[in-house]
């Protein structure tokens, strides 16, 4: 059982960067891929990036690319989203997951999930 906890969210003007993080424990977290999702008021959730379990391929929505990078520490069992020239439209909750496997953006294909942390872009 994987437990992950989201923090470094918060309230940030348009232009502006945040770099939220997610701490893992209770598994073998060099084994998991892990994603970053998001979810907008009254909106589905969304696929943002993915990072496979040694780091060595990423995957992002198209609407981030280039804006935000994934990353991830297996020593630190950590994984990072820097988020830079951030818009109104990025406003959501965040959350991190984890699944054993390939990388995929089908949120219904992670495992484990974070609680979620929120991120404001204002104009």
């Known amino acids: 059982q994987v437990q992950l906890v989201e923090s470094g969210g918060g309230l940030v003007q348009a232009g502006g960067s945040l770099t939220p993080s997610c701490a893992a424990s209770?598994?073998?977290?060099?084994?998991?891929?892990m994603g970053w999702f998001r979810q907008a008021p009254g909106k589905g959730r969304q696929f943002v990036a993915s990072i496979t379990w040694g780091g060595s391929r990423t995957n992002y929505a198209d609407s981030v690319k280039g804006r935000f990078t994934i990353s991830r520490d297996n020593a630190k069992n950590t994984v990072t989203l820097q988020m830079n020239s951030l818009e109104p439209e990025d406003t959501a909750v965040y959350y991190c997951?984890?699944?054993?496997?390939?990388?995929?953006?089908?949120?219904?294909?992670?495992?484990?999930w974070g609680q979620g942390t929120q991120v404001t872009v204002s104009s």
């Open positions: 997951a984890a699944r054993r496997g390939g990388l995929t953006n089908m949120p219904t294909l992670y495992e484990y």
């Open positions: 209770g598994g073998s977290f060099s084994s998991y891929v």
